[in-house]
């Protein structure tokens, strides 16, 4: 298959998406290096995918750290010779109406939302010009195309990926592929992270009506992995049957 062998960085990978996007391609033949705030969950990952076959290295890390990110790219290029995919998974919702005035978690979303998207770039750009080959893929939302209340500063961020991933992939030339992901209610712990109590539990609620599996999320960033290297796929919206 065409993933056997890539080398794929994943950040945001000890849980949800990223966990599940570690465990599919791992099932596919990737070398994975992966990374997150959570080393214990991440370690239990690793032995995970080891135990099954595969092959992972992991390391703590935090995308608001430009280092870190470039410490990412230097392990699997340590470890695996090279980096073929970097999946920039990474993100922070802690959603709430602008009138709550959370300013600090404002700074949060835009930190790890944005500059993290960033950081990825910034250290990843370089190594893929010189190997002339690699691949972007970010995870975004559907908040990118539809504000809703309580999500004006977390839709923002995510409308900024977007257009971040698009002038990159203006600006990538043949040599590499980008593609951007956004993901609609899917089943992870993305509702925890609000501290206003009526929009935890209202998204809370949401979730465990219509919400799809991080799998589905995963096989998405697969398929765009695995075209062929002359087919980019930009951009995919997947999203449960049930979401407006």
Known sequence: MAIADKVVAITGASSGIGEAT?????????????????????????????????????????????????????????????????????GAGPISPLDDLRVDEWDEMVDVNIKGVLHGIAAALPVFREQRSGHFVTTSSTAAFRVVPSMAVYAGTKVAVRAICEGLRQEAGAFFRV??????????????????????????????????????????????????????VNEIAVRPTAQD
């Not at 995970?48 to 390391?59: D, F, M, P, Y």
């Not at 609609?184 to 539990?201: K, L, P, Q, W």
């Not at 949401?206 to 980019?232: K, L, S, Y």
């Open 22 to 90: 570690a465990l599919l391609l791992a099932e596919r033949g990737a070398r994975l290096a992966l990374r997150a705030r959570r080393s214990e969950r991440l370690a239990d990952l690793v032995d995970r995918i080891e135990k099954a076959g595969g092959t992972a290295v992991h390391t703590r890390t935090d995308v608001t750290r430009r280092e870190d990110l470039h410490s990412l790219v230097a392990l699997a290029r340590e470890r695996f010779g090279r980096l073929d995919v970097l999946v920039g998974n990474a």
């Open 179 to 232: 593609t951007t992901v956004f993901p609609g209610f899917v089943h992870t712990d993305f509702a925890e992270a609000s501290t206003n109590t009526a929009v935890r539990e209202r998204i809370a609620g949401m979730r465990d009506e219509i919400a799809i599996p991080p799998d589905a999320i995963a096989r998405a960033i697969a398929f765009a992995i695995e075209q062929p290297a002359e087919v980019d």
